[in-house]
């Protein structure tokens, strides 16, 4: 079989999952291609589509395998819900063309990619049920694959790590908080700026991804950082915090458990099926004081740190290792190959 992960170029969890599912089946002998079209063709897809742009592709292999948002301009057979944003309420804080393109443009691609698709699949079982309430449909859930042995607990020094992404000396001795995230409402980055607001200067919240400047000293942003990067800055880390408003998955979110990193989220959509609370971490109510709470919490205990990242490791690399999602998609490949 010849399959095609067809994605835009748009440097996010959705390229990750793509570019790791690519890597397994191509080590485990599936002819597979992987496919980038520009970002700037989102918000053109039905215009690209008559074009014939996608159709050429698609002619190279016997199925495409894209996310829900592109599968109706390629005609997909298999789609993927990666974020339910249609009809979410975090779309109220965007501007009124963001959320017509959202709630509209965006409703009206999935509408027409569920319709054609022989195979759905979604990243949670939260996205499922939001997909199965939009939609009417009920997905298959197949959680999102992470790569065990890059990240991983490292055997590195602090001061090592230190140096390696060359912070400051001083950083020694602080209490080191990770967020990997935009600086959007749905990932929370305002509420990262409450909390390092009220905690005290013994603290110092790390971050990447971030596209402007917090104006807090106690923020500092590596800015972007390679995925190679990554578990250095994990394993840095006190704590992994990650108070968003609205996740499909949390990606970071299971590197951080791979990493061995004790996780305060939030309790809204997925993100409790990663984190059980009390075991890996600490599971919140979305507002500044229980997170304030939660973190002290757990940096002024660092043998129950290192107790829930030792539990979020064994339970990463038993639920959410990249080999059990290649295995699962790929034995779904071979059921659609077989009901052409």
């Known amino acids: 079989m010849r399959v095609l992960l067809f994605e835009l170029n748009s440097k996010s969890g959705t390229s990750v999952f793509n570019q790791i ?44 395998h894209t996310s829900s948002n592109l599968g109706n301009c390629m005609n997909a057979e298999v789609i993927t819900f990666h974020l339910m944003n249609a009809g979410e309420p975090h779309l109220d804080d965007l501007s009124v063309l963001k959320r017509w393109y959202w709630d509209s443009y965006m409703r009206r691609q999935e509408k027409k990619a569920v319709r054609h698709a022989r195979v759905i699949t979604a990243v949670s079982k939260y996205t499922a049920g939001k ?10 859930v197949i959680y999102n694959g992470i790569d065990t042995e890059k990240f991983n607990p490292l055997s590195l020094s602090r001061e090592d790590l230190i140096e390696k992404l060359k912070l400051p000396p001083e950083y020694y001795d602080k209490k080191i908080i990770f967020f990997a995230g935009n600086a959007t409402k749905r990932k929370g980055f305002d509420i990262v700026c409450a ?13 990447c991804g971030l596209r402007i400047s917090s104006g807090n000293k106690k923020i500092v942003s590596l800015g972007s950082v ?21 996740e499909g998955f949390g990606l970071t979110v299971a590197e951080a458990m791979a990493c061995g990193k004790p996780v305060v989220c939030g309790n809204r959509t997925s993100l409790p099926e990663l984190i059980i609370h009390g075991k890996g971490g600490l599971v919140c109510d979305v507002n500044p004081g229980d997170f304030i709470s939660a973190i002290q919490v757990l940096t002024g205990d660092p043998v129950r740190c290192k107790e829930m990242g030792g539990f979020n490791r064994r339970y ?19 059921s659609v190959c077989n009901g052409m």
Do not use: Q
């Open 21 to 64: 599912l690519f890597s397994y089946l191509r080590e485990n002998m599936v002819d597979a291609g992987l496919t980038r079209f520009p970002l700037w063709h989102e918000p053109v897809l039905d215009a690209m589509k008559m074009c014939g742009v996608y159709a050429r592709e698609k002619r190279k292999y016997d199925f495409v």
């Open 316 to 334: 990463c690399s038993e639920k959410f290792d990249y080999k059990i999602m290649g295995k699962n998609y790929t034995e779904l490949y071979a």
């Open 131 to 140: 997909v199965k309430e939009v939609y009417g449909v009920s997905p298959e």
């Open 226 to 246: 390679g995925y190679d990067t990554m578990p250095y800055v994990y394993n840095l880390s006190d704590v992994y915090f990650h108070p968003a408003r609205a």
């Open 195 to 207: 909390v390092m607001n009220a905690l005290d200067d013994s603290y110092v919240c790390i971050t």
